[in-house]
Nanobody, 116 residues
Framework: QVQLVESGGGLVQPGGSLRLSCVGS????????VGWYRQAPGKQRELVAS????????NYADSVKGRFTISRDNARNTVYLQMNRTNPEDTAVYYC?????????WGQGTQVTVSS
């Protein structure tokens, strides 16, 4: 059974940092393109950052460029999202997604709240 488990969310002050983790079980994450998405209350889910299966290419939403970094640790079967210089607009549930051809898996999400 494939599972993606996100962790690392929580409450952070504006300007602070968090590192989200997405750990795969029953799946070899390095073989999948992985994306971090977020969904704020009343808004559609949006792609925040993605990384190719080889890890050689990353993409970011304009709203997080220069602040967030997506990376892989293949030995730990984990994909990270480092969030720096956060602001209240980053408040959302963050989801991890892994895709390969017709295979498409989601985690349960982790809440990030940016507030003073």
């Amino acid at each position: 059974q494939v599972q993606l488990v996100e962790s690392g969310g929580g409450l952070v002050q504006p300007g602070g940092s968090l590192r989200l983790s997405c750990v795969g079980s029953g799946i070899t994450l390095r073989l999948y393109a992985v994306g971090w998405y977020r969904q704020a209350p009343g808004k559609q889910r949006e792609l925040v950052a993605s990384i190719t299966s080889g890890g050689g290419s990353t993409n970011y939403a304009d709203s997080v460029k220069g602040r967030f970094t997506i990376s892989r640790d293949n030995a730990r079967n984990t994909v990270y999202l480092q969030m720096n210089r956060t602001n209240p607009e980053d408040t959302a549930v963050y989801y991890c997604n892994a895709k390969k051809t017709w295979q498409d898996y989601w985690g349960q999400g982790t809440q990030v709240t940016v507030s003073s």
